[in-house]
Each structure stands twice: as C-alpha cells, then as structure tokens.
C-alpha cells in the first residue's frame, strides 16, 4: 500500500542520519524504526503479562519475603 509521509526539515534529517548508519533507504530505515517500535512495544507487553502472573502466583510467597 503507498502512502506518503509528511516530514520537517529535521525530521527528514534524523532519517537521513539513520539511513546512513544502517546503510540503507530513508524508506528502509522508517520501516526499520516501525518495525522495532512495533517490538519494543510487544516485549514490554510480555514483561507486563509475566509480571501479573508472578505476581499473583507467588503473592503468598512474596508476602512473606516482605515481612521477614
């Protein structure tokens, strides 16, 4: 699907400076951002996930290490 991406002076700067550092397009690079935006999100929501059920598994346990 095209699409067409509205950018400032700078903003098209950033991507430029990004795209060079990975050796690639400015297309390639803002698909490489979307792409590890789009990770970082779903690994923070696994840690999210993980966290709840430890803690509710281990509450009791954790209670425990708490008052000691």
Not at 4 to 21: C, F, P
Not at 30 to 51: C, G, H, L, M, S
Request: proline share 0%; aromatic share 2%.
């Amino acid at each position: 699907m095209a699409m067409t991406l509205r950018l400032t002076d700078s903003q098209d700067k950033l991507v430029a400076g990004i795209a060079e550092q990975l050796g690639c397009s400015k297309q390639q690079a803002v698909i490489a951002a979307i792409t590890a935006f789009d990770a970082k999100a779903q690994r923070a929501k696994q840690i999210k996930e993980i966290t709840d059920l430890v803690l509710v598994r281990d509450k009791e346990l954790l209670d425990r290490l708490a008052d000691s």
